[in-house]
């Protein structure tokens, strides 16, 4: 049987996507493989948040032309963000497929009808290489089934797609769409499927978790759509314990705040983005809150909470941070004192609109080197 090896860069929606699109693979007869080298079709799942993660999945391309050499039938294709931004563009890379954020369900297919052309030696099929980055209505309801590891106890749900905020420094809006939320009822039979299964702990996955369904669904009781999620998911017989990934402080309610009180199944953690403690780079960065804000957030969290662990994701070295600037992050986190932070150095990403800031906004690699090391 044809061996399937995948490759995954990037977010945990990456790597629940990566799941799905394997076992969708296997029922069609193909056996997956941590090998490459014995691999007959080799699909990478990256994103294009950071070019540390394209780098590493264009370099991927020097193995597989070495394999090519003694294997041509091998089908080589890319999924995800990175294809969704790039399209044709990677066919010049040596990709046969490029399948865009909207299109997993239909991995299955391309990759079924490229291997057939390839094995069958018809190399004159106007087929033998597909590019699919077109959006599709209701993209977010095409992959239902939950996805795991054989064996398994934690596992990711995809509750959404999309996001509207369009931060200047972020590509994820152009890559993933608007906001797209799945009806709660589904979601939650997902949950139920997983449980059966022996899951027993879920990662509700978003863009921006935290406001799904605003546009869909109404607030009850003056409970958000994603805490009335919350609560049916942990209902679950079963599921013992329930995250979520990743939230925005924009939309981060008190009734999300209070949901840690009631709801003992929700597991003492957020991951709370900062990206930066600086208000003026906060503006620059379309991120539509204060620094004093995001503090007020913590505190309430950990007065409901008190053991709550936060972590969070922070840019350093982004266009037009100066010496104050980055000085008032910094003692943001003493403030805070997250308990875990992760911090990166800001990189172009092209088509937003922080990579068209002026020249002479922009940051040497030295700074960010010296501000990411001081941060850690």
């Known amino acids: 049987m044809p061996k399937v090896h995948i490759k995954t860069y990037g977010c945990q929606m990456n790597e629940r996507d990566s799941l799905q699109v394997a076992e969708m693979?296997?029922?069609?007869?193909?056996?997956?493989?941590?090998?490459q080298a014995e691999a007959d079709v080799i699909l990478i799942n990256t994103c294009s948040v950071r070019d540390q993660a394209e780098q590493k999945a264009?370099?991927?391309?020097?193995?597989?032309?070495?394999?090519?050499?003694?294997?041509?039938?091998?089908?080589?294709?890319?999924?995800?963000?990175m294809a969704q931004s790039r399209g044709e563009e990677l066919l010049e890379r040596g990709a046969d497929l490029v399948i865009g954020t909207q299109k997993y369900h239909r991995v299955a297919d391309y990759v079924e009808e490229i291997f057939s052309a390839r094995t069958e030696a018809r190399m004159d099929d106007l087929r033998t290489s597909i590019v699919d980055t077109d959006e599709e209505l209701n993209s977010q309801n095409t992959i239902r089934d939950g996805a795991a590891h054989d064996g398994a106890a934690t596992a990711f749900v995809s509750i959404m797609q999309g996001c509207n905020m369009k931060c200047s420094f972020c590509i994820v809006p152009y890559t993933r769409g608007k906001e797209r939320g799945r009806p709660i009822n589904e979601i939650v039979d997902e949950v139920k499927k997983l449980a059966d299964n022996g899951i027993k702990e879920v990662t509700l996955l978003g863009q921006i978790v935290n406001l799904y369904g605003r546009h869909e669904f109404p607030v009850v009781d003056g409970k958000s759509p994603f805490v009335q999620l919350l609560e049916q998911v942990a209902k679950v017989e079963g599921i013992e314990r329930v995250r979520f990934t990743s939230p925005h402080p924009v939309g981060y309610?008190?009734?999300?705040?209070?949901?840690?009180?009631?709801?003992?199944?929700?597991?003492?953690?957020?991951?709370?983005?900062?990206?930066?403690?600086?208000?003026?780079v906060l503006k620059a960065m379309r991120r539509p809150y204060k620094a004093s804000k995001f503090v007020e957030l913590v505190e309430r969290m950990r007065e409901v909470c008190p053991h709550i662990a936060v972590s969070t994701d922070i840019i350093v070295g982004f266009p037009g941070e100066g010496e104050t600037e980055y000085l008032e992050t910094r003692a943001l986190c003493e403030q805070v004192k997250f308990d875990n932070a992760y911090v990166f150095r800001y990189s172009k990403r092209r088509?937003?609109?922080?990579a068209?800031?002026?020249d002479s906004l922009q940051l040497s690699e030295e700074v960010k080197v010296q501000r990411n090391q001081d941060l850690l």
């Open 351 to 354: 088509g937003t609109p922080a």
């Open 356 to 358: 068209e800031m002026d």
């Open 25 to 35: 693979l296997q029922n069609r007869g193909f056996l997956m493989t941590s090998d």
């Open 253 to 280: 309610k008190q009734d999300l705040i209070d949901a840690f009180g009631y709801i003992p199944e929700l597991a003492e953690h957020v991951h709370f983005p900062l990206q930066s403690g600086s208000d003026k």
């Open 58 to 81: 264009l370099n991927k391309m020097t193995s597989v032309q070495h394999l090519r050499k003694t294997r041509p039938h091998i089908v080589y294709g890319f999924m995800g963000c």
